[in-house]
């Protein structure tokens, strides 16, 4: 599938670069963060011409309009925005953010009960805002993260929060499977995003702005092996510093029947999609995947039905 071709690349950018700039940023604060994201995001359009091409692809389908270069220009320098923040929060300086949550209930509720549950997001925003809010969390929240790409940046965070290294879980690693099934059993909570398949992991076509997508098939079968309640939630930039967390009910616990194994699958995962392009739309330049997404044959493939029917379908699986 097309989009798999994210977990074979690195991350970009010099170790040494990327060492002054963090310097220089955590020590003159964010103020010249800001202003050394304008050179980062010129030189990462001007270079990035795989990416150009997978933004303008995103935003258009997102945006509903012909795409100018000053959309892909907005759409990078939003996820350079998120990453200077995310460098901030790592450090343990959260001062003059912003972070409000909605749904958060959801999630509460779950807690107080004493059962544990999946978080299911997507590259939708931070993921970082989601640990300053688990902060308050009175259970431990895991990260079941790829990280067999990472390059410098990742590194770079590694050393500013050595400490945060212990709350992921490796995906593609049985034992941290295996720990995914304790955490949950003890009444915690396993945060997943679920918008990209590692290469070679089975993957599940469904509508996406109405074109066929490949979604990965792990994250849900994973859900419905521990049996626990799935929330879904994002945490969006909405300007300067400022985020929103949000929560929302996806499933009392996801159930793939042996007589309909693969109906069920198609189903949750079309919820899913039909979810995220709901997000999507509502905040299209804070989806950071700058990989090429839908099926290479997209040109050709007959539009797919979309959201209200993704809908109807999992509503079928669930009865």
Known sequence: MTQAVWATQPERGSDALLRAALWCTLRAGWPLGCVLLLPITAWFLATSGNARAASRDYLR?????????????????????????????????????????????????????????????????????????????????????????????????????????????EIGDTASMIRAHECVARGEIVGILADRSPSGHREVLAPFFGSPAAFPSGPFILASTLAVPVVLFHGVRTGSRRYLVRFEPFADRILLR??????????????????????????????????????????????????????????????
């Open 61 to 169: 389908r997102a945006l509903g309009r012909p795409v100018r270069l000053r959309d892909v220009a907005r759409h990078f320098h939003t996820f350079a925005c998120a990453v200077l923040d995310r460098v901030f929060l790592v450090a343990g300086r959260p001062r003059d953010f912003s972070i409000s949550t909605e749904g958060l209930e959801h999630v509460t509720a779950i807690v107080a009960s004493g059962r544990g549950c999946i978080l299911l997001g997507a590259h939708l925003g931070s993921f970082e805002v989601l640990r300053a809010v688990a902060q308050a969390c009175p259970v431990p929240v895991w990260a079941l993260m790829f990280r067999r790409n990472g390059g410098a940046l990742t590194a770079l965070l590694d050393r500013l929060a050595p400490d945060l290294r212990n709350s992921i879980l």
């Open 258 to 319: 042996r007589s309909s194994r693969s109906a069920d699958l198609d189903g949750y995962v079309a919820r899913y999609a039909a979810a995220l392009e709901r997000g999507c739309r509502a905040h299209p330049y804070n989806w950071f995947n700058f990989f090429p997404f839908w099926e290479s044959a997209d040109a050709d493939a007959p539009m797919l039905p979309g959201p209200a029917a993704a809908a109807r379908s999992a509503a079928g699986a669930r009865s």
